[in-house]
Nanobody, 121 residues
Framework: QVQLVESGGGLVQPGGSLRLSCAAS????????MGWYRRTPGNQRELVAISTSRGATNYADSVKGRFTISRDNAKNTVSLQMHSLRPEDTAVYYC???????????????WGQGTQVTVSS
């Protein structure tokens, strides 16, 4: 079993900053990708940012230049630094990790429980 635990959500004013963190634990052999997704009411979950094990990153167009994803492969953690937050960034943010366990050759996608980010004055 693999668990992802997120922290760092909350309420922030427009233009403010927040930092989300996620730690993966459990039966982990390798993590090929870790990233953040978000979901707003009535919408599907969308990619915010992702980081591969080789250091490549990809961002949603709407957050480029404002959000930065960082990853610590040794600690199996990923963070999302968010600046210049806008009301439209309000969502539940989910951590995701694509994990290979020691007992299987296949990689599986795991999700955190989600953390609420609210941008409002």
């Amino acid at each position: 079993q693999v668990q992802l635990v997120e922290s760092g959500g909350g309420l922030v004013q427009p233009g403010g900053s927040l930092r989300l963190s996620c730690a993966a634990s459990g039966s982990i052999f390798t993590i090929s990708a870790m990233g953040w997704y978000r979901r707003t009411p009535g919408n599907q979950r969308e990619l915010v940012a992702i980081s591969t094990s080789r250091g490549a990153t990809n961002y949603a167009d709407s957050v480029k230049g404002r959000f930065t994803i960082s990853r610590d492969n040794a600690k199996n953690t990923v963070s999302l630094q968010m600046h210049s937050l806008r009301p439209e960034d309000t969502a539940v943010y989910y951590c995701n990790a694509v994990v290979t366990t020691p007992t299987s050759p296949y990689a599986y996608s795991y999700w955190g429980q989600g953390t609420q980010v609210t941008v409002s004055s």
